[in-house]
């Protein structure tokens, strides 16, 4: 496995199996290159930094140093064979730019990109980029309804839909959810259950909470978390 850059069949072998090219090894492109890893996919890493790609030499299924703002290079490492790629190049917009309109030309079928801030995100999307994403400004979205409200997790899904984890309210204990009629009273669904100590369940109307129980609540974000202070 080599740290630096190594042309040859070695990537293009790696683009045949379920697998993801990351371009652009700082925090956010490093965690998100391990935790695909641990999930048991195969990852090209790539970035300009020696330091950087020495020191992942080893955690990730081949990584590369490289420039991804020539297309001969990304030609020669297979970029295009790759079905999923994901520039995170987060601290040079022209770079990130740059590399996202070579792997347009390359005809990737499926490309993520990351955006420090709306302009840049703007000229990702009129490029043609498949799912342009603002780490930053969604984590700060996350926090902010965390700190506000009651809710132990918080997962908005699209503008106005959220998922939350809270604890069962008084309210809920010792009756079915059917009875509870929380739908219907709250606007809002309980899509599944873990009992304390126990493990997660997709609730049912059936399903019967008590003191210790947690829920995975979802709705509009305005009523997820006004069920979430109930107690």
């Known amino acids: ?5 190594s042309f040859g069949r070695t990537p293009r072998r790696i683009a045949e199996a379920d697998s993801v090219a990351v371009i652009g090894l700082g925090r956010f492109g490093i965690s998100l290159a391990l935790e695909l890893m641990a999930s048991g996919t195969d990852v090209l890493g790539v970035d300009v930094d020696e330091d950087i790609v020495q020191s992942l030499n080893g955690e990730l299924t081949q990584v590369v140093r490289a420039d991804s703002t020539k297309l001969d290079v990304l030609d020669q490492l297979g970029i295009g064979d790759f079905d999923r790629v994901v520039v995170s190049i987060g601290n040079d917009i022209t770079a990130s730019i740059l590399t996202a309109s070579l792997l347009l030309r390359l ?5 993520w990109a990351k955006a420090v801030d709306e302009r840049h995100g703007a000229v990702l999307e009129q490029l043609g980029v498949h799912r342009v994403i603002y780490p930053e400004k969604d984590m700060g979205r996350r926090v902010a309804h965390l700190v506000r409200g009651a809710a132990a997790d918080y997962l908005e899904i699209d503008r106005g839909f959220a998922v939350v984890k809270t604890v069962a309210p008084q309210l809920l204990h010792g009756m079915t959810l059917a009875t509870a009629g929380v739908r219907a009273t ?3 669904t309980i899509a599944a259950y873990r009992h304390e100590h126990g493990e997660w369940t997709n609730a049912a109307p059936e399903t019967v909470l008590g003191p210790g129980d947690t829920m995975l609540v979802m709705g509009p974000i305005n009523r997820v978390e006004r069920f979430a202070q109930l107690r």
């Open 107 to 111: 005809e990737v079928p499926v490309i």
């Open 1 to 5: 496995m080599s740290s630096f850059l």
């Open 186 to 188: 709250y606007g809002i």
